[in-house]
């Protein structure tokens, strides 16, 4: 929440209590909205459309959902926190976020990116945190570490898709 206020100062942000979600960070400006959200609930409930986000097949509650709503563009992902870095453990744990890739929806359209949010970027299998990895297949593992690299990309991805200028 602080590198997407820090990094978007644009937009005003506060806190906003839903009960689909343990968290909802919102921050808003005249046709922007970005949206972070911890485990909010997709409910399966056919031909409904009074939830934002739904499953194709069961509930589920991913670790953290982002929703980024611009003026010409918009991106969504989900963020499922491991805590095992071995490589045998992350092709494992892959399943998780292909599976959250495959069954969840916001509208009918599935998340842009379902990654697998570990504490180094020291894991192995490197190919999984490759960039045009997660851009040409939509899932694979980010590091979520001191050096923020991947806030600092989060930040640059919703100023993009926000349609604001770089910092």
């Given at each position: 929440c602080k590198a997407l206020r820090d990094g978007i100062p644009e937009l005003e942000w506060r806190e906003h209590p839903d009960k689909a979600a343990d968290y909802w960070y919102e921050g808003t400006q005249v046709g922007?909205?970005?949206?972070?959200?911890?485990?909010?609930?997709?409910?399966?409930e056919q031909n409904s459309d009074k939830f934002e986000y739904q499953s194709v097949s069961a509930e589920f509650r991913p670790d953290v959902v982002?929703?980024?709503?611009?003026?010409?563009?918009n991106r969504w992902m989900v963020l499922d926190a491991k805590y095992s870095?071995?490589?045998?453990?992350?092709?494992s744990q892959m399943r998780s976020a292909h599976i959250y890739h495959d069954a969840l929806r916001r509208g009918n359209k599935p998340p842009d990116m379902s990654l697998l949010l570990v504490p180094t970027s020291d894991a192995e299998p490197g190919w999984l945190q490759d960039v045009s990895f997660h851009e040409a297949h939509g899932v694979g593992v980010t590091a979520f570490s001191p050096d923020r690299a991947f806030e600092n990309r989060l930040v640059a991805m919703a100023r993009n898709t926000l349609g604001l200028a770089p910092l």
């Open positions: 922007r909205r970005l949206v972070l959200q911890y485990q909010p609930t997709f409910t399966y982002i929703s980024m709503d611009g003026v010409a563009s870095c071995s490589r045998q453990s992350i092709l």
